[in-house]
């Protein structure tokens, strides 16, 4: 491995509520080596950035390089950042307030850290990497857990006023609709989330409607997964084709309202259920937008699905790294 004997390597780390991923790049950004932990919020901050710290030493170790060999380490963290400090303002899945994220890491690393909200840099990973570049105005739907947006306009992510802009999972598109994470009603998270697809299809089971899910994991339908939706659709299941098709129809009407708004070149998706569920949902997806968005406001816009998986935030994470470190 000549071309790296420089300090010229960057890592990407996706903190999330339940795991940390963190990826080795090369210099033009290709993903060398992976090592994933388990977050374990629950013991409080210094003890997940020190796991953070041994994910990143792991993932270099494993790529069987050194950590001198590393220019920066680029982070996406859930919640509100502030960028320049590399503070995570507020984290509620982290149970976080004004974390010194960039400095305990780089205490710990001698290296230069950078952090971002997580879902802009996965859009950055998405602009940057899948895109080689070629849009400077795309908007990221992630479809996970939860929803969330990132947003780059003009080649620069758009942070807003506070720093919690694109906050698209909260955008309320049923007026009187299902109770969000949030506390509010009707949400397009609580519409088209995972959790909300689960408990949709939990709703209708007790209700007395039938799926051939039940059969594979028992009434309760406990460890239900993306996949088990994917698998429940292919045998021909309605229930859970109707709950999806209803996702990707709100997906869509929010797609339209973020065409009308913010009219990108390029409206990527991404997430979880996205990644099990393409071929499901992504037509609906593209239809229904089409169908929504005022005419003449979707002339030459590009929609589709991302193929980065669960390394779009590791690979946005290189980016931010790459790109900061300038
Ligand atoms: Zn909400």
């Not at 960057?10 to 999330?16: M, S």
């Not at 380490?73 to 995570?88: D, F, L, Q, S």
Request: charged residues 25%; contains cysteine; proline residues 3%.
């Amino acid at each position: 491995m000549a071309e790296a004997a420089k300090s010229d390597l960057f890592v990407g780390v996706d903190l999330g509520g339940t795991k940390i991923l963190a990826g080795v790049f090369s210099p033009q950004l290709k993903l060398l080596q992976t090592a994933k932990l388990s977050t374990k919020s629950s013991r409080g901050f210094a003890a997940v950035v020190d796991r953070v710290a041994r994910c990143v030493r792991d993932a270099v170790d494993e790529a069987d390089m050194n950590l001198k060999q590393v220019r920066a380490i680029g982070i996406g963290a859930p919640g509100a950042i502030e960028p320049e400090t590399g503070e995570v303002i507020f984290a509620p899945n982290l149970q976080w307030k004004d974390a010194p994220l960039k400095k305990e890491l780089e205490k710990q690393l001698e290296i230069p850290v950078f952090v971002e909200n997580d879902c802009n840099a996965c859009a950055l990973g998405v602009q940057e990497v899948e895109l080689k570049g070629r849009t400077r105005n795309l908007l990221g739907i992630f479809l996970g857990t939860g929803i969330g947006g990132g947003l780059i306009i003009d080649g620069r992510v758009y942070r807003g006023f506070n720093g919690t802009a694109g906050e698209l999972g909260h955008m309320v598109i049923q007026v009187g609709g299902p109770k969000c994470g949030c506390g509010n009603n009707g949400c397009f998270e609580a519409l088209a989330s995972r959790t909300a697809l689960f408990r949709e299809i939990q709703t209708r089971v007790k209700a007395g409607e039938k799926t051939i899910l039940t059969d594979l994991l028992g009434g309760e339908l406990d460890d239900l997964k993306s996949g088990d939706l994917r698998k429940a659709i292919r045998k021909g299941d309605k229930l859970v084709e109707k709950v999806v098709e209803g996702a990707a129809e709100y997906t869509g009407i929010a797609v339209a309202n973020l065409i009308n708004i913010l009219n990108p070149e390029v409206v990527v998706l991404g997430g979880g259920v996205i990644d099990a569920l393409e071929d499901e949902m992504m037509s609906i997806i593209v239809e229904t937008a089409l169908d929504y968005a005022m005419p003449g406001t979707t002339k030459g816009i590009e929609i589709l699905a991302s193929k980065l998986g669960d390394n779009a935030g590791i690979t946005g994470g290189a980016v931010l790294a790459r790109q900061r470190a300038k």
